[in-house]
């Protein structure tokens, strides 16, 4: 016969036994199995969940296995990663309270941490000399109700990054500062760039500042800290750089200028209309042909005179008025006139339209 019950958890450390009897017997046992309860390392944080600027506590029992966990001990320390980070951002030895390693071995204790990023999730860890994890707790770190913001999601490799922050009053220092970083990294590893937000001795609680250009493509953060510390930041935002230049415009061709009117026929134009060309006759003069005078061949002294005669004289008709003769001359002139103001009216409409 054969088969298996299931007993209740021991809350008690120490040995105990577990005994096989028979039916309604508490004599006679069949078996007599000994077993022990230790107490279970333990490790736990006084708050998963915090604001901004708050510390946490982190509580570490090696419980009784502490003979077991004896041989790696002096190297056990509590370390704080940020979620999407590739390696811890604060590391503390538990056996000294410090971030160096001490010679002594510490079971059981508890270790302050702060300085946590607003907006964030971290796991903070228990680890072994070896950074083996024994156990690990998740927090989460409220806003510091600071905005953090870039121009853009992606840029080129030669474009500037131009941030844009804001922060409440009582937090501002003149000493806060945005800077950029590969994603997944701490701050304290590297920073590609970084800009203090106020030029003088007071504080400003808003406004942009302007990164260089990165030139190495991937995941980057900005990161908007305190009072020249790297922790603790109010903000923290991602962007991306991929690959690629802004491409050069080309260049803008230089303006035509526009035509210089000729002088003389700039300006509206007056067309002057040319003199009229009366044409007047020149009166032509009829002389009259006068008598014939009667020719006398005789010699005076052969020839007997005629008795003379008295003529009266012939009343001439009156003048006849002259008939004007075309002038040739005049009429090409005229014709040239009218030529002249037609190429005038077609030059000035020509102008305007």
């Known amino acids: 016969m054969a088969g298996s019950v299931t007993l209740s958890s021991t809350k008690s450390v120490g040995n105990w036994e577990v005994w096989y009897l028979p039916a309604n017997s508490i004599y006679s046992a069949f078996v007599i199995s000994s077993f022990k309860v230790d107490l279970a390392p333990s490790f736990s944080l006084s708050s998963n969940t915090v604001s901004y600027g708050a510390t946490v506590t982190a509580y570490f029992d090696a419980g009784s296995r502490a003979a077991e966990l004896a041989a790696t001990s002096a190297g056990d320390a509590i370390i704080v990663t940020r979620s999407g980070a590739s390696t811890a951002g604060v590391s503390v030895y538990i056996?000294?309270?410090?971030?160096?390693?001490?010679?002594?071995?510490v079971y059981t204790g508890s270790v302050v941490l702060g300085g946590f990023h607003a907006d964030?999730?971290?796991e903070i860890s228990w680890v072994n000399g070896n950074n083996v994890v024994r156990?690990?707790?998740t927090l989460t770190v409220g806003s510091s109700g600071a905005t953090?913001?870039?121009?853009?999601?992606e840029y080129l490799q030669d474009e500037e990054v131009i941030v844009t922050f804001a922060v409440a009053a009582n937090l501002a220092t003149n000493k806060d500062w945005i800077a950029i970083s590969p994603a997944g990294a701490n701050l304290g590893e590297t920073a590609y760039g970084w800009e203090y937000t106020s030029a003088g001795a007071n504080a400003v609680t808003s406004g942009?500042?302007?990164i260089p250009a990165l030139k190495t493509p991937g995941a980057w953060e900005a990161w908007f800290l305190p009072n020249d510390l790297d922790v603790a930041a109010f903000k923290i935002t991602s962007f991306t750089v991929i690959s690629g230049f802004v491409p050069t415009p080309p260049p803008t061709p230089a303006p035509t200028p526009a035509p210089t009117p000729n002088s003389s026929t700039a300006g509206p134009i007056t067309i002057t209309p040319l003199p009229t060309i009366t044409s007047t006759p020149s009166p032509v003069t009829q002389v009259?042909?006068?008598?014939a005078t009667p020719?006398?061949?005789?010699?005076?002294?052969?020839?007997?005179?005629?008795?003379?005669t008295t003529q009266a004289p012939t009343t001439q008709p009156p003048a006849a008025t002259p008939t004007p003769i075309p002038n040739e001359e005049e009429d090409d002139v005229s014709r040239l006139c009218v030529r002249a103001m037609l190429m005038l009216c077609m030059i000035a409409l020509a102008l305007l339209l």
């Open 95 to 105: 056996n000294s309270g410090t971030v160096t390693q001490g010679a002594s071995v």
């Open 120 to 122: 964030q999730t971290y």
């Open 135 to 137: 156990f690990t707790e």
């Open 148 to 153: 953090l913001t870039t121009n853009k999601a």
């Open 208 to 210: 942009s500042v302007t």
């Open 288 to 291: 009259p042909t006068p008598p």
């Open 295 to 308: 020719s006398n061949t005789s010699s005076p002294s052969s020839a007997t005179p005629a008795p003379q």
